[in-house]
């Protein structure tokens, strides 16, 4: 699915990487609903003892984004360790009101098992090369988000396709603002910093509304720890023009959320994909809000992903 060379980028919110307070949760998303974002991405794909929100919450919250004009997706978790992991996500794929996106690939099985004839693919599945999308394409995929990792000019590569193309290929998505999930392990790093296990994990993770920082020997910010999930300590920032980002066949651009300033960030984007502000202003912009971290967007350019490109060229 092409973008049109005249068309915007929509604008999708990625799911929440962190574990909010409830009544935290339902402000990020009340404010969403009165936003410019085009898609909002729910569900708990991070750690499954975060369970305060449950299928049956996660689809409510789903029907009031629709019904104020947003598409909504359902997301699987990341990390599949167990039985009762597998229950939930059987739960998922049963319910019939909202497509999904896988969030790996044990997912897309049962996704077939159902039936579903459209789903997303989820920055965590391993689809590095054209033929990979292709065949998952096969499979009913109609959206992907590039993994976070991609520079731009291989993203295009992948996604963009030419006439001699049969087959559609999917609506493609670019990691475009927040702290660039690295890792996932069985362990919880979090739960580890405090001198616990994960089963008795005290729910340390609601201490830190953006995670964790890991500070090098010097004392600088080099990762930061979100319970089962290792990112980066700075925060991406893909500030691109419209016409570049079609030019790299790139329809849409997925922003994470974050504790502070969220709202402001999704108004820039939306006054940068209809070039009401250029980058430069974007940024400047972005710089003065209370970000948990520094600018970054070293991935996109081919760079180490701490490195700020696209910084060093604006005053």
Not at 126 to 140: C, D, S
């Amino acid at each position: 699915m092409q973008p049109s060379m005249n068309a915007l980028p929509q604008l999708c919110v990625a799911p929440l990487q962190y574990w909010w307070p409830r009544e935290q949760v339902q402000s990020l998303y009340e404010d969403l609903a009165d936003s410019a974002v085009d898609t909002v991405v729910l569900g708990e794909v991070v750690c499954s003892r975060r369970h305060e929100w449950k299928l049956a919450d996660w689809l409510a919250l789903g029907r009031a984004l629709r019904s104020a004009g947003k598409q909504v997706l359902l997301a699987t978790p990341t990390l599949v360790m167990g039985e009762a992991d597998l229950r939930d996500i059987r739960a998922i794929v049963q319910q019939q009101e909202f497509a999904l996106e896988a969030g790996d690939a044990s997912v897309l099985g049962l996704l077939l098992q159902a039936g579903a004839r459209s789903f997303s693919l989820g920055p965590h599945l391993n689809i590095y090369n054209r033929q990979a999308l292709r065949e998952h394409v096969a499979l009913g995929a109609t959206r992907w988000c590039a993994p976070a990792e991609l520079p731009l000019a291989t993203v295009a590569s992948i996604g963009w396709g030419d006439a001699s193309d049969e087959q559609p290929m999917p609506l493609v998505e670019a990691w475009a603002f927040g702290r660039l999930p690295l890792a996932f392990s069985a362990r919880c790093f979090t739960a580890r910093h405090y001198g616990l296990n994960k089963d008795h994990c005290a729910f340390r993770c609601l201490e830190h509304a953006d995670g964790l920082a890991v500070r090098s020997g010097d004392g600088s910010d080099f990762l930061c720890l979100n319970g089962t999930q290792v990112q980066s300590a700075g925060v991406h920032a893909l500030l691109e023009p419209p016409q570049r980002l079609r030019q790299a066949g790139i329809g849409s651009l997925r922003l994470a959320p974050c504790s502070r300033g969220f709202a402001q960030v999704v108004s820039l984007f939306d006054a940068l994909r209809r070039e009401a502000l250029d980058a430069q202003q974007a940024q400047q912009a972005l710089r003065e809000l209370d970000l948990p971290g520094d600018l970054i967007d070293g991935f996109a350019h081919a760079r180490p992903g701490m490195q700020a490109v696209a910084a060093r060229a604006l005053p």
